[in-house]
């Protein structure tokens, strides 16, 4: 079967509608990227912290001789990345440290964690920041000063 010939006009608007059709696609025409977010600010934990907070625990050993070298390349990259991280007892933020220690398999647990006031900044921080992330928890602080 033969096919009619096409009118000349709608022959050249074919390219026309061709090259539109590939530059949009370039120009931005899809959906916008999602924002980076900030990085969040980090709160310092004492018996006064607001509960819950949020732990994120970028890395944990069993308490001892080696814990320190175990645990220095996490304060290494927190430092790198603009925290004061800590070595800290996850047994002063409660249930941590049965958490951590049924995820590790360790006793007596010790970790480097960063404190944060909530779940969206802990998502910020664990979006940004490129290092380990252990596990989050949350809770309020149990120790004393």
Do not use: H, N
Not at 9 to 15: C, M, N, Q, S
Not at 19 to 36: F, I, N, Q
Not at 58 to 81: H, I, K, M
Request: charged share 15%; aromatic share 8%; with cysteine.
């Amino acid at each position: 079967m033969r096919t009619p010939p096409r009118p000349a006009r709608a022959a050249a608007l074919v390219p026309l509608i061709a090259a539109l059709a590939l530059t949009a696609g370039c120009s931005g025409g899809g959906p916008a990227a999602p924002p980076t977010p900030e990085w969040p600010t980090a709160l310092t934990v004492d018996a006064d912290t607001a509960a819950p907070f949020w732990v994120v625990w970028t890395a944990v050993a069993e308490q001892g001789d080696t814990a320190a070298s175990t645990l220095q390349p996490a304060l290494d990259q927190l430092d790198e990345a603009g925290y004061s991280g800590q070595e800290w007892d996850p047994a002063c933020v409660t249930a941590s440290e049965q958490q951590l220690a049924a995820l590790t398999g360790y006793a007596d647990v010790v970790g480097v964690g960063v404190a944060f006031a909530s779940e969206k900044d802990v998502g910020a921080f664990d979006t940004l920041f490129e290092g380990t992330v252990v596990s989050v928890t949350s809770g309020e602080y149990t120790c004393t000063a």
